[in-house]
């Protein structure tokens, strides 16, 4: 850059540079804002803006007038970051109109689009919205007559030849293209722009999961947020983990991967690009695109192609897997939803009618495979579960003591992610309601002096108190997430070495399979 740099005062506040290129402005910015003497500094594609303190006017023209010319690299050496677009339709309502007044077609477009190479100029407008350049003279497309209200976040739109990503919702004249699930803006976490001026940015096609019906609870789920309780944040995670590791594995990823759960079936959900799928655990009747499926099967998906769950008979939760996984919000060290607090997961909720849910890798699983029958779970409305006696045990009479083992409880209404009340055969426990409180995990069966014990689950609480009577043993935990209101439950007593015993055993015969 040559040129001398002449500050030229366009407000009693404001002093303005004209530069080359965004390149220079982006440079001339970062410098302007290093010396500190300035208010605010910000860089549009060929100026860079300058606003001051009134009081401290001549002192800041003075400086900006010792400004002197410099170059700027052509390149910078950050990595590419791919963006994966969902294009046309609902996400891009304006890309028709916009290949007719071209002269292309959808996919032409789209080709000319997803080949270039782009680069973000600048920063602008609202938090995150990335200028990019890349696009031919050609697309030179007007803004809207009149802006859009409100424009989805991830939405991507085109203008004087330039692509433009609107990182949060809000009101925008930009003709729309595509949608991108990527998150852009991140206030949280030190560098908030995933997109920043001078990052090239190459475009891909694909990868949407679109949910076209949800019933009582569907949530994204992952590994548990484990080392938290100290903070009173729950696990969290599938309430059933075996279910959901072996749908995983079906689709090639690792056991935690985050999948949808689906709670008494009732769910629906086109696929917007190809991809491979799988669903275990408790299952009604299954199709893809009214072609009836099986669970327990790694599912090669069309781009198109319809998912249909209905409810099922017996059990309660059905887990969906998509290879690579669905993309999640990380909270704790962990994506799995907790809808108490309403964080992790798609935004802290329970999915719904009309989500998008996007996935970590466009790459498609080509191999077929089948979980073996050893390890499929057979369900059933009675369930006879091992369990140990707990710190508080010798509370409950003795009568109530030989009930617990031997006794059938059936699971009354409440039966949630938190916890399974037990009814049948009352409890009678010492306690008048005044014990202090103590830790509990899943697994945990509380008593309180109802009689009615309380089976906890993977949303419970870090601390509780009623009495502890009783812990359900870890080889059989993935069972209760399993168990609906209705449901029978015997309990199998078992020494804590045993209930270890048991435990090594059953992980063994998965280890052959999962890992």
Not at 121 to 132: D, K, L, N, W
Request: aromatic residues 8%.
């Amino acid at each position: 850059m040559s040129a001398k740099l002449t500050p030229v005062r366009i407000a009693d506040d404001v002093f303005e540079f004209q530069v080359e290129t965004s390149r220079h402005a982006q440079a001339l910015a970062n410098d302007l804002r290093s010396a500190a003497m300035a208010e605010d500094v910000v860089a549009g594609l060929d100026r860079v803006a300058v606003r001051f303190h009134p009081g401290r006017v001549e002192q800041v023209e003075a400086w900006l007038s010792g400004i002197q010319p410099f170059d700027v690299a052509e390149k910078t050496d950050l990595p590419v970051i791919e963006v994966s677009v969902q294009y046309g339709g609902e996400f891009g309502p304006d890309l028709s109109s916009i290949c007719e007044a071209m002269g292309l077609s959808v996919s032409a477009f789209i080709a000319l689009h997803t080949e270039a190479e782009h680069l973000v100029e600048m920063i602008g407008f609202t938090p995150g919205f990335s200028y990019i350049s890349g696009l031919a003279d050609t697309f030179e497309i007007p803004r809207l007559g009149t802006p859009r209200p409100r424009v989805p976040a991830g939405s991507i739109g085109i203008s004087a030849a330039f692509t433009g990503i609107y990182a949060l919702a809000g009101p925008g004249g930009w003709p729309l293209i595509g949608r991108t699930q990527e998150t852009l803006f991140d206030p949280d976490v030190s560098e908030p722009v995933r997109l920043p001026p001078g990052q090239t940015v190459k475009f891909k096609e694909g990868w949407m999961f679109g949910l076209l019906k949800t019933g009582l609870q569907r949530t994204l789920q992952g590994a548990p947020r484990v080392g938290h309780r100290h903070l009173g944040i729950p696990y969290a995670g599938p309430a059933d983990p075996l279910s959901m590791a072996l749908a995983n594995r079906l689709v090639g990823n690792a056991s935690e991967t985050t999948c949808i759960e689906i709670t008494f079936g009732g769910f629906e959900a086109e696929v917007e690009t190809d991809c491979a799928i799988a669903v275990t655990g408790a299952a009604g009747q299954l199709s893809v695109s009214s072609e009836e499926r099986t669970p327990h099967s790694t599912w090669h998906l069309r781009q198109g192609d319809k998912i249909k769950i209905e409810p099922p008979q017996v059990g309660a939760r059905t887990y969906l897997a998509i290879h690579s996984g669905f993309k999640a919000q990380e909270q704790f060290g962990a994506t799995s939803t907790y809808l108490p607090a309403a964080f992790g997961g798609h935004e802290g909720r329970a999915l719904q009618a009309g989500d998008v849910l996007a996935v970590t890798d466009t790459a498609v699983m080509t191999e077929t495979l089948q979980t073996p029958d050893a390890l499929r779970l057979t369900f059933t409305h009675a369930f006879a579960l091992r369990a140990c006696v707990s710190a508080e045990t010798d509370l409950l009479a003795p009568d109530a003591r030989d009930a617990l083992f031997h006794e059938t409880f059936t699971v009354g209404r409440q039966a949630t992610r938190m916890g399974l009340s037990l009814e049948g055969h009352p409890l009678s426990v010492s306690s008048d309601g005044k014990m202090k409180s103590a830790p509990v995990f899943p697994g945990t069966i509380q008593c309180p002096p109802s009689g009615t014990p309380i089976v906890l689950l993977c949303d419970a609480q870090t601390t509780g108190g009623y009495p502890r009577i009783a812990s359900i043993a870890r080889c059989d935990r993935h069972l209760l997430g399993q168990i609906r209101p209705g449901d029978q439950i015997t309990l199998l007593y078992r020494t804590p070495d045993a209930a270890l015993v048991d435990f090594r055993q059953k992980q063994a015969l998965l280890d052959r399979w999962l890992r």
